[in-house]
């Protein structure tokens, strides 16, 4: 069975075939639907090999995490697929703890197996790392990047921008002595919040010296230790900034394991906006990371350069703005700003 | 004689373009819209992320809407489909985008000038999503905004305003500074339309986008001072459902008009009478060309020290009510000026003080102002 025998018992071109094959999105959902009925009948399934040896592309791209537990790396995920399904485009996952010899060699051998396309999050790649694309014309769109990686398609957030207003925010409540907790990763991305921190203190005159920053591993019982920490110094606190709501979240309990509330003691604020901060009591204010998004433009953005099939097009860097989502933890009381 | 349009460099067989909302959801809603006659087409607004339909997110109170709804529920990739059947009619289609960053909004202009809008319009005007502040609420962000689209697209791009703002002309100018070849004014107003006192509960689980005719003298207003604050085109908005208020926005300076709630109340056959209604007004006075009229009204407009003191009050009509019962005039008098004898009214002239209400207020329409 080939496309030219389906063509003529559908009744129509081989070209509007290839069409519902290549571009389904073009093709009016009636005919494309009486075409895929067809199809099925005569158990038709194109030569993948054929058809990838003929158009020079294979249909595939690959997303590559630093880690496929975390949450907002599967929301990324969830985004690339949504469009990935649209556009007709499988996905390989890889996850590669952002350790820039891992990266290099799944790179490799994703550029052997001719995907269409990468989409990179948070990875440790340096600029030099960057030939490899371009020898193999292969594209790529970075997301979170190292800010090194200069002249390549990012997808961004603010994450300093976002991290000072989160901080203001504990400010504007009348809070003075802010804590910040941070993950060790991602690297990049907790820098920039680190930065926001010292920038939103430094502006309102406020103590942010190393005393007050500790530094854990990101996950719930990171955050936990690093509020123990914090609390065992003796150092008299009513705010802490979380870098991540897992971390958040662990330091929330050890807080309240101390006999203390949060936030009449301590208000807490962290970053991401995870379902389950929504439900944790008190319900935890927070950065909503737009993730998901990102994912969504990452994927568009790679799409345009594949369908268009011009590696080299002038690359663009868009930011997708994040945005402070005023919950309880926090300890504000006002109740409009929240619907807004 | 016709109603061909030029705006922003866009030739409308007529100024009538319907607005951004669910009515122009998809290809075969705007092509729903051509074949009832519309100049131009909207889409409802595009953006990258979807948002979850609520229900309900629509309530009516007896004169106008509040909409919850959070742009178009269609994936870009489905757009690039849809646009293709908005655009088999050959009329002019005009993408709505929103994003927050000048980045990302460039992204979306770019990606529908390719795949075939005629123009693009800024949504960044809704009064729910985005913040207690608008994003149309600040010039420098609808500067950088605008900016970034007009660099990066072809076609022509319009800006649209929110009259939830202290100083428009500012936003609006900030707009025009960026480069923008036309203002649509004005968004939906932020509204809560009404609670149900029964339960404590207000119609709608959160604030809304209020349109229809009871924002039409809040439109008209911003309409006239963004047409008195640039040279470039504007296009009204808000509560147009006649021929006469598409009159009313174009002598107060605006080029083409947008129609939206009242397509969404009655159907798109509604636009079939206010072209034939604007049609029959222009041949009547013999005009060329609606432009003829634009900005006459605004000619009008004084400064509150310019307006003449006539000495100017309200006759007795020297007729007898239909209603012998009325009494809306006498009721609405502060001054206690008219009363009623034999089923006529009495207005005494060393009371009267002129004020107007009881002109409009008169069933009959048999009073009159005059000196």
Known sequence: MNIKEVANRAGVSVATISRVLNHPESVAPATRKRIEAVMESLDYTPNWFARGLKLN?????????????????????????????????????????????????????????????????????????????????????????????????????NYREAAAEAV???IEIGHRRIALIRGTKPFNENKEKLDGYHQAMENAGLDHSDGLIMEEENTIEGGFLA???????????DGVFVTSDNMAIGA????????????????????????????????????AKPMYRMGLVAARLLTDIIEEDRPEAEPQEILIQSKLKIRKSCGHEDRFSEIF | MSLTTDFMGLKLKNPIIIAAGPWSRNGDMVRRAFRAGAGAVVTETIVNELNPDVRPRLAYDGRGVQNIRLYSDMLIEEWERELTIAKSEGGVVIASVCAQTPSEIKYLAQKMERIGADAIELGVASPMGEGVEVIASSPERVFELTKAVVETVKIPVMVKLSQNVSNIARIARAAEKAGAHGISAIDTVRCIIGVDVSTGKPMLATYGGYSGIPIKPLGL???????????????????????????????????TVQIGTAVMLEGYQILE?????????????????????????????????????????????????????????MDCCVYDGIVKKDGRIRIDQE????CGLCVDLCPDGIIELKW
């Open chain 1, 57 to 157: 592309r294979t249909g595939t791209i690959a997303l590559m995490v630093p880690e496929i537990l975390d949450q907002g790396y599967m929301e990324i995920a969830k985004g690339v697929e949504d469009v990935a399904r649209q556009k007709d485009q499988n996905i390989i996952l890889a996850t590669t703890e952002e350790d820039r010899n891992r990266e290099l060699k799944t790179i490799e051998s994703f550029i052997e197996r001719k995907i269409d396309g990468l989409i990179i999050v948070s990875s440790a790649l340096t600029k030099k790392d960057l030939t490899l694309f371009r020898n193999q014309k292969m594209p790529v769109v970075f997301i979170s990047k190292n800010p090194e990686l200069t002249g390549v398609n990012g997808v961004l957030t």
């Open chain 1, 252 to 287: 929330m309990d050890k807080i309240k394991q101390m006999g203390m509330r949060v936030p009449e003691d301590i208000a807490v604020v962290g970053f991401d906006n995870l379902k389950i901060s929504g439900y944790v009591e008190p319900k935890l204010t927070t950065v």
């Open chain 1, 227 to 237: 509020m123990s920490r914090l609390l065992s110094e003796g150092r008299p606190l």
């Open chain 1, 168 to 170: 203001n925010h504990l």
């Open chain 2, 221 to 255: 207003a911003s309409v006239a001072t963004i047409a008195q604050s640039v040279k470039i085109p504007v296009c009204g908005i808000g509560g147009i459902a006649t021929a006469g208020n598409v009159l009313e926005y174009m002598m107060l300076g605006a080029t």
């Open chain 2, 351 to 354: 009371l009267c003080r002129g």
């Open chain 2, 273 to 329: 009478g206010i072209l034939a209604d604007l049609e029959k007004w222009q041949r009547e006075r013999n005009l060329t060309s609606l432009s003829e009229i634009r900005g006459i009204a605004l000619e009008e407009l004084k400064a509150f020290d310019e307006i003449a003191l006539e000495p100017k009050t309200a006759k007795d009509p020297g007729k007898d009510c239909s209603d012998p019962n009325c009494r809306k005039c």
